[in-house]
């Protein structure tokens, strides 16, 4: 079974430009995670999609960041100017069965944003 | 709102030891609790779970305790190899699968 795939796997650019992130989940898993994990840091989780609605976007900084999942598949990450503090990695994360909390959620590799 | 917090930021063991990685919750209304292994470059790989209604669950060398009264878990690893060379996190729940993770340990094993 494929896992989460993400691209790019490394993006640098500088403050004040534009990047995207694109998932695609496990094939069948209804809901998609992104989340944010700074060096040193634990992933903080900063949207949750079930399907192609939102669930949680509680601590997505809304001002420049924005996510979609038109299909209810693959999803987008963008953000919009970019800030020097946004560098981290950004992790896609799936899960099969919606709004159980049991459910295991199974990880991407990342994409590693540097920005200068 | 939940926080997770994990004992020690480093460490080592000798190859073959086992090795035992300390947690902390503060939701005492958690009801799930995921240990991931992140090693370098790569997203966090679910290692081993366990609910609340437990208190011990075993897997393939490795063993999850939970301890409801001081909310506290622990993951031991048993004969600890250099392939489990990592950093460990463990995250807890309260329900809608929102997870919330530690600082995470990162163990160091020495050949």
């Known amino acids: 079974e494929a896992g989460v795939a993400q691209s790019p796997r490394y993006k640098i650019i500088e403050k004040r430009q534009s990047v995207a992130f694109w998932c695609n989940p496990i094939?069948?898993?209804?809901?998609l995670y992104w989340y944010q994990q700074i060096l040193g840091q634990g992933p903080k989780l900063l949207i949750q999609?079930?399907?192609?609605?939102?669930?949680?976007d509680s601590q997505l900084p809304k001002d420049r960041f924005s996510a979609e999942r038109l299909k209810g598949v693959d999803s987008t990450l963008k953000i919009q100017p970019a800030k020097l503090e946004d560098s981290a990695v950004y992790l896609c994360?799936?899960?099969?069965?919606?709004?159980?909390?049991?459910?295991?959620?199974?990880f991407g590799p990342g994409t590693r944003l540097t920005v200068l | 709102g939940e926080s997770v917090g994990l004992h020690l930021p480093t460490l080592s063991v000798q190859e073959g030891d086992n090795s035992i990685i300390n947690c902390a919750y503060s939701n005492s209304a958690s009801d799930y609790f995921i240990w991931y292994k992140q090693e370098s470059g790569k997203g966090p790989q679910f290692i081993i779970d366990?609910?609340?209604?437990?208190d011990k669950r075993q897997g393939q060398r490795v063993t999850v305790l939970l301890n409801k009264t001081v909310k506290h878990l622990s993951l031991q690893i048993a004969a600890t190899q250099p392939g489990d060379s990592a950093v460990y996190f463990c995250?807890?729940?309260?329900?809608?699968?929102?997870?919330?993770f530690g600082t995470g340990t990162q163990l160091k094993v020495e050949l």
């Open positions: 999609f079930q399907n192609n609605g939102v669930v949680d």
């Open positions: 994360a799936s899960s099969l069965v919606p709004g159980i909390s049991t459910d295991t959620q199974y």
């Open positions: 366990i609910r609340s209604n437990m």
């Open positions: 094939s069948g898993h209804a809901t």
């Open positions: 995250a807890a729940t309260g329900g809608g699968n929102k997870l919330t």
